[in-house]
């Protein structure tokens, strides 16, 4: 069952290392690092399950529970909670607030994925019950996490699996600026012999699809010094 599932977590080790296990599981993985963040992709990206940790900054875990469980659009999107606090209230509270399993740090990600599958056959999630999945905008870009699919206004474009990693990731989170090792991060499990320059050969292959002019881009974007960033808005 391939899901899009969304990582909440502050720790950048630990959202790597869960993002490449929801990957090498066959589901597609966007990463937030904040509470407030997180609530944002909910809306923007409909995913099929969430990551939640508990202390995340900007709004808990625990309060991102509560917003989700009153929002009318999908009040049933399934969690499951990752804290290092393991004290029963704290447990208790993650339960009662919706939390659909809870696993304390340190854990075995062998053990949440397994807890992951079990939860996405629980709601009937996955893209075998949502095919109707809404893709990712940015500007005229298009991108369907499930379905693998890249349109640039409204034309198909073909991508290799680490340049649609890249796009996804990018895609997101529109007008970010994404540096060259962030975005080797999103091309693992699909390129292991990439290295950081190799980042700059995927970027222009991308801009060949999607740019009109690829010698003057203005949906894929340098930002000297720091990296690169796909625009939010139509060029």
């Known amino acids: 069952m391939c899901a899009h599932v969304l990582v909440a977590e502050d720790d ?9 296990s929801l990957l090498a599981e066959g589901h597609t ?6 509470g407030a963040a997180a609530l944002d992709a909910v809306r923007r ?8 940790d508990l202390m995340l900054p900007v709004i808990d875990g625990f309060g991102v529970c509560r917003v989700l469980r009153a929002d009318a659009e999908d009040p049933d999107l399934p969690v499951v909670m990752l804290t290092a606090r393991s004290a029963e209230d704290d447990v208790l509270l993650g ?6 399993d809870y696993m304390t740090k340190p854990y075995s990600p062998r053990e949440l994925m397994a807890r992951i599958r079990t939860v996405l056959r629980r709601g009937g999630r996955g893209a075998s019950a949502r095919e109707d999945d809404p893709v990712v905008r940015a500007g005229g870009l298009s991108v369907h996490p499930v379905r693998h699919e890249v349109r640039c206004d409204g034309v198909p474009v073909e991508c290799t699996p680490a340049e649609f990693q890249i ?9 970010r600026v994404f ?9 693992r499990g699909f390129d292991r012999s990439s290295t950081e320059r190799a980042v700059d050969v995927h970027i222009m292959n991308l801009r060949r699809k999607i740019e009109a002019d690829p010698r003057r881009p203005v949906r894929l974007v340098t930002v000297f010094g720091v990296g690169y960033k796909l625009s939010g808005g139509r060029p």
């Open 167 to 175: 796009l996804l990731a990018m895609a997101a989170e529109p007008d």
């Open 45 to 52: 990206l409909r995913p099929d399950l969430l990551v939640l």
């Open 95 to 100: 339960l009662e607030l919706g939390a659909d």
């Open 29 to 34: 993985a966007t990463v937030v690092h904040d």
């Open 179 to 187: 540096s060259r090792r962030q975005l080797l991060q999103c091309t």
């Open 12 to 20: 950048e080790k630990q959202a790597e290392l869960i993002r490449r």
